[in-house]
């Protein structure tokens, strides 16, 4: 996927301003930035959700994980899954509902579940989506340590067999060391940093690189003082 010459402005703001970037297919790209940052417009382009200058190239079919689960509360969590399936795929739901500790579950309405079974199965349901790129607006923000922990190796998990290419917002520069193979830091619409992450997926959730302090310095503008 590659993006030229997008630029997205409100009025006189500058939003989002990327000459050019190719999110390389096949891996995971976290994008980090404070409030403001360009983050979620960035996510809308690559969606075709907004209008604006220049040009990507390369998308396909998109499937979107939001923050909140979004789940059709009128559809038990067997019937959210079936939703955005063909018919002759359906068989893939009950494996699915096991790799998300939901076996046994299919037939509960989402007013049953908790706040981290919904988001357990509104990551199952972008992951079965017939997608090429998965976009996720900080799907693991709002929730507690130990959930988040099991979330993002959740994550990681459904990711590895397609490694399909993914790109995440998120202000947490750990779930971006844990979970992605790529950061960028966005201020003010322009991408300040551009930091290969080592190693294979999933990383320890309890050890620090140092590719997490660099990623600390360029939010918080030391890298550039």
């Given at each position: 996927?590659?993006?030229?010459?997008?630029?997205?402005?409100?009025?006189?703001?500058?939003?989002?301003?990327?000459?050019?970037?190719?999110?390389?297919?096949?891996?995971?790209?976290?994008?980090?930035?404070?409030?403001?940052?360009?983050?979620?417009?960035?996510?809308?382009?690559?969606?075709?959700?907004?209008?604006?200058?220049?040009?990507?190239?390369?998308?396909?079919?998109?499937?979107?994980?939001?923050?909140?689960?979004?789940?059709?509360?009128?559809?038990?969590?067997?019937?959210?899954?079936?939703?955005?399936?063909?018919?002759?795929?359906?068989?893939?739901?009950?494996?699915?509902?096991?790799k998300i500790g939901l076996a046994g579950r299919g037939s509960s309405r989402p007013r049953e579940l908790s706040?981290?079974?919904?988001?357990?199965?509104?990551?199952?349901?972008?992951?079965?989506?017939?997608?090429?790129?998965?976009?996720?607006?900080?799907?693991?923000?709002?929730?507690?340590?130990?959930?988040?922990?099991?979330?993002?190796?959740?994550?990681?998990?459904?990711?590895?067999?397609?490694?399909?290419?993914?790109?995440?917002?998120?202000?947490?520069?750990?779930?971006?060391?844990?979970?992605?193979?790529?950061?960028?830091?966005?201020?003010?619409?322009?991408?300040?940093?551009?930091?290969?992450?080592?190693?294979?997926?999933?990383?320890?959730?309890?050890?620090?690189?140092?590719?997490?302090?660099?990623?600390?310095?360029?939010?918080?503008?030391?890298?550039?003082?």
């Open positions: 996927m590659i993006l030229r010459s997008v630029k997205k402005t409100y009025g006189e703001k500058v939003a989002l301003d990327i000459p050019q970037l190719e999110i390389e297919p096949d891996k995971i790209t976290a994008v980090l930035g404070e409030s403001g940052a360009g983050k979620t417009t960035l996510l809308n382009v690559i969606a075709g959700a907004l209008p604006f200058e220049g040009s990507v190239e390369g998308v396909g079919k998109v499937s979107y994980l939001f923050q909140s689960p979004t789940l059709l509360p009128n559809l038990t969590v067997e019937g959210n899954l079936r939703f955005v399936l063909p018919k002759e795929e359906w068989e893939k739901i009950p494996s699915m509902l096991e706040g981290g079974e919904k988001q357990r199965v509104a990551i199952a349901r972008a992951f079965l989506y017939p997608h090429d790129v998965l976009l996720m607006d900080e799907p693991f923000s709002s929730l507690d340590l130990s959930l988040k922990k099991s979330l993002l190796s959740l994550t990681a998990e459904l990711w590895r067999p397609r490694r399909e290419t993914v790109v995440f917002v998120t202000h947490d520069v750990h779930e971006a060391a844990v979970l992605a193979h790529r950061a960028l830091v966005l201020k003010e619409g322009v991408i300040l940093t551009d930091l290969p992450i080592a190693g294979e997926l999933a990383r320890d959730f309890f050890s620090r690189s140092a590719e997490e302090e660099t990623l600390v310095r360029a939010l918080t503008g030391e890298e550039f003082s």
